[in-house]
């Protein structure tokens, strides 16, 4: 019987020192996951974001298609970049097909509102603030400071392409952001 007494008795140790072995063990655990959380945590959004510097060029319209007298609205969609947010944003554009399929932003250079074109008057006209742009986009009129941005452009297999840009509103010069 004694043998019998001991082996019991030295199996509880065992038992007992592993359950003091995990709890000893489990505060490290803990530890050791929450570091590698905040690191992967810290990985991710303290890295240095990839900033753009080759700007895409964007299609418009094959030149074929940009006939006539009066500006062509067109749409594109442009990948914008803010640290490590990147999204799509459609803007508008208008071509001016009379002046060498030169482009203007639709963007009202005063506060930013889309500016539309008015056949009536051969003005744009942004709705906003009421200024007034002529065909080739100088500002006649209203708080605008200066006229509608050109685009820079280039044809590429008989397309049109642009290279989005947008400039610092309310300024008479026009600083690229």
């Not at 530890?31 to 080759?54: M, Q, S, V």
């Not at 060029?57 to 500006?71: C, F, M, Q, S, V």
């Not at 799509?88 to 930013?112: D, I, Q, R």
């Not at 605008?144 to 840009?165: C, F, H, I, W």
């Amino acid at each position: 019987m004694p043998d019998s007494n001991r082996s019991k008795q030295s199996k509880e140790r065992e038992v007992d020192k592993g359950r003091r072995n995990f709890l000893f063990l489990l505060p490290f655990g803990i530890f050791a996951g929450l570091a590698a959380t905040i690191t992967t945590a810290a990985f991710r959004y303290l890295r240095p974001a990839k900033p753009i510097h080759d700007e895409k060029w964007n299609d418009i319209a094959p030149i074929a298609e940009l006939k006539g007298d009066k500006p062509v609205m067109r749409s594109i969609v442009v990948e914008h970049q803010a640290g490590w947010a990147s999204t799509l944003e459609e803007h508008f554009v208008y071509v001016l097909p009379n002046k060498g399929n030169e482009v203007l932003s639709s963007m009202c250079p005063h506060e930013g509102c889309n500016v539309a074109w008015r056949s009536d008057t051969n003005q744009f006209f942004c709705p906003c603030h009421d200024s007034y742009f002529s065909l080739d986009g100088e500002r006649l009129s209203g708080p605008a400071r200066r006229g509608l941005d050109p685009l820079p452009t280039r044809e590429q297999n008989g397309v049109l392409q642009v290279k989005y840009q947008s400039y610092v509103n309310n300024t008479e010069e026009r600083i690229v952001r």
